[in-house]
């Protein structure tokens, strides 16, 4: 390719590059232009309690689940990255891929089927707070796993691991002073995005939660049903959003400063 | 019966075998160069002797003691991985001080042993600093003080010269050569170039095909070499060119 050439082709990328982030930039600040038009309406509309208490169940069962998903799903990550077990790209691709790709709503139609009133189990949690957090770790616990292994495999493939247990280590202990430390912003990445994914979650939470406002009733579910009523969907979408991305520049920051940690024993 | 001993030892992957009837002894107080070239079993053999490999037959034999069945952490062997295995978060002191924390040794003790290894080995000052701002030979030197800390009863450096420039690579060589003389632990060293046979050459075994093939001081292989093969591997490349 002659000079000319290469230059209009380097525009071309970045014009591309930039369109598709100027469309993601104008979504996301074109609600609070309209907030801004309308915001003699939409104040008032922050301080209904419905809104108020869809949020908090949303936060609180956002934070519920993050910490579910690190306590569970850091060992599952540990145990498909360094231990060979059978099955185990399969089970991978199940734990980790699929509920991404999964329609969340067939998600809330299975735990509804399993645990709601025709339970097989005799356990019955449908419409509860409970639901709302089971629905939400189905999806947002596998970013917590897919970071977490990424970064023990990639801690494993340095012999970090055989080095630490020549010089006396057990494996719990190379677990918790090797693997979990160098993994530390990894595992706080992925925690990250689980909370912000639990944040949007909706389907799975709308089948298997239902819609009890001051009960089950969270941000998604709020604007789900009230988006016929613009003002009060839009006050809800601010509120979500604004909590998402102060959140995730929040853990970007935490991560950025602390980067040491010695891990425990 | 101090120093290591190898006593037929068979091992490998699934059911191929990579070390057949493999036999070596490396007394105390000595450095064997193990050389070989790329996918002649050093690793193999290194594996086998830290514990990751355990072996389908034979024994391992150290300090007096049968270690072929026990965990690589109970076998008092300190292993140095050719990029040095150093920890990225924890500091050099931290680095140092971690074989001693991990088998509960009081802070105290910690920062006593800590304090002498880094004056052992010109390391005094740099304590607090993370091991990723050091150059390859001080990432070597805090590595080598890690190692040291446990006091091991075999040492084993998997081609430690690799990742050191070739102008401080005499330096370091001859570091790590004062230290070798010091300890009172067997130590091998591998490597697939025949100047670190030269340099460290007093007791050399070549490994071929998973077997050590001839075993004597550098100037011994060189003079009397038992195959053709081990004759071109302890010349330099560059003799053939005229």
């Known amino acids: ?265 | 019966m101090e120093g290591l001993f190898l006593r037929n030892i068979t091992a490998g992957y699934g059911d191929y075998d990579v070390l057949t009837n493999l036999q070596l002894e490396v007394p105390a107080r000595t450095t064997l160069v193990l050389l070989g070239v790329s996918g002649s079993g050093k690793t193999t053999l290194l594996k086998t002797i830290t514990g990751i490999i355990k072996p389908k037959k034979g024994d391992i034999i150290l300090a007096g003691k049968t270690i072929t069945q026990l965990p690589i952490e109970q076998r008092s062997i300190s292993y140095l991985p050719q990029n040095y295995g150093l920890f990225p978060h924890l500091s050099v002191a931290g680095n140092i001080a971690y074989g001693l924390r991990v088998r509960g040794v009081s802070q105290e003790e910690q920062k006593k042993t800590v304090a002498g290894l880094l004056e052992f080995m010109e390391l005094s000052g740099y304590e607090n600093r993370s091991v990723t701002e050091l150059s390859g030979g001080q990432q070597q030197r805090v590595a080598l003080a890690r190692a040291l800390a446990v006091k091991p009863k075999l040492m084993l450096l998997d081609e430690p010269l690799s990742s050191i420039d070739q102008a401080t690579k005499f330096e370091v060589a001859t570091h790590l050569k004062n230290l070798f003389s010091n300890l009172e632990i067997p130590i091998i060293l591998v490597t697939h170039q025949y100047e670190d046979a030269q340099f460290f050459g007093a007791h050399v075994a070549v490994m071929v095909q998973g077997v050590i093939e001839q075993a004597g001081s550098y100037d011994e292989l060189r003079a009397h070499p038992k195959t053709p093969f081990i004759k071109k591997l302890l010349i330099p490349f560059t003799a053939g060119i005229k």
């Not at chain 1, 509860?128 to 629905?135: D, F, G, K, N, P």
């Not at chain 1, 613009?230 to 520049?249: E, R």
């Open chain 1, 1 to 265: 390719m002659r000079a000319g050439a290469h230059r209009t082709s380097m525009i071309i990328l970045y014009a591309l590059g930039s369109l598709l982030l100027a469309w993601f930039l104008i979504i996301f600040f074109y609600q609070y232009i309209i907030a801004i038009q309308k915001i003699d309406k939409i104040l008032p509309v922050f301080a209904n309690p419905r809104i108020l208490s869809a949020l908090w169940i949303s936060v609180s069962s956002s934070c519920i689940t993050a910490l579910l998903s690190i306590f569970f799903g850091v060992p599952l990550a540990y145990i498909f990255a360094v231990k060979n077990i059978r099955y185990k790209s399969l089970l991978e691709t199940l734990m980790i891929d699929v509920p991404q790709t999964f329609p969340p709503v067939a998600e809330g139609i299975i735990l509804f089927m399993m645990l709601g009133p025709d339970s097989p189990f005799g356990i019955n949690i449908a419409y509860t707070y409970l639901a709302i957090v089971l629905a939400k770790t189905f999806v947002c616990t596998p970013f917590v796993v897919s970071f977490a292994a990424r970064k023990f495999r990639e801690t494993q493939t340095t012999g970090a691991d055989i080095t630490a247990k020549t010089l006396g280590a057990s494996e719990s202990q190379v677990f918790w002073t090797i693997f979990v430390p160098i993994a530390f912003k990894d595992i706080i990445a992925g925690t990250a995005l689980c909370w912000a994914r639990g944040m949007g979650e909706l389907g799975g939470s709308l089948i298997f939660a239902g819609i009890i406002p001051f009960k089950t009733e969270d941000i998604p579910t709020f604007i789900a049903v009230n988006s016929s009523a613009l003002i009060p969907a839009l006050a809800a979408t601010i509120l979500a959003t604004t909590a998402s991305l102060l959140a995730l520049l929040s853990f970007k920051a935490f991560t950025k400063e602390r980067t040491t940690w010695k891990g425990f024993f």
